[in-house]
Nanobody
Framework: QVQLVESGGGLVQAGGSRRLSCAAS????????MGWYRQAPGEQRVLVAS???????NYAESGKGRFTISRDNAKNTAYLQMNSLQPEDTAVYYC???????????????WGQGTQVTVAT
């Protein structure tokens, strides 16, 4: 089994920054894409940013120029650096990873439990 544990959420003032971390552990042979999603109250979960094992990144329009995703493959960890945060960024942020647990296996999608980010005016 694989676990994803997010950390770094909390309360931040508008214009401030926050860095989220997502550590994957358990039976891991390789990780393909890692991504950050967010879900605001009453809304659907949406992609914020994703990164491949090779470092190629993809960002939602809402985060371009403000958010930076990165990963440390040796630590099976992904990060989301969020700058210039605004109240509309308030949401629960979830980590997602496509994990293969053995050489011959297929990639399976895993989710973390989520971490709350609240941006105050």
């Amino acid at each position: 089994q694989v676990q994803l544990v997010e950390s770094g959420g909390g309360l931040v003032q508008a214009g401030g920054s926050r860095r989220l971390s997502c550590a994957a552990s358990g039976r891991i042979f390789s990780i393909n894409i890692m991504g950050w999603y967010r879900q605001a109250p009453g809304e659907q979960r949406v992609l914020v940013a994703s990164i491949t094992a090779g470092g190629s990144t993809n960002y939602a329009e809402s985060g371009k120029g403000r958010f930076t995703i990165s990963r440390d493959n040796a630590k099976n960890t992904a990060y989301l650096q969020m700058n210039s945060l605004q109240p509309e960024d308030t949401a629960v942020y979830y980590c997602n990873a496509q994990v293969r647990s053995d050489y011959s296996g297929r990639y399976v999608n895993y989710w973390g439990q989520g971490t709350q980010v609240t941006v105050a005016t």
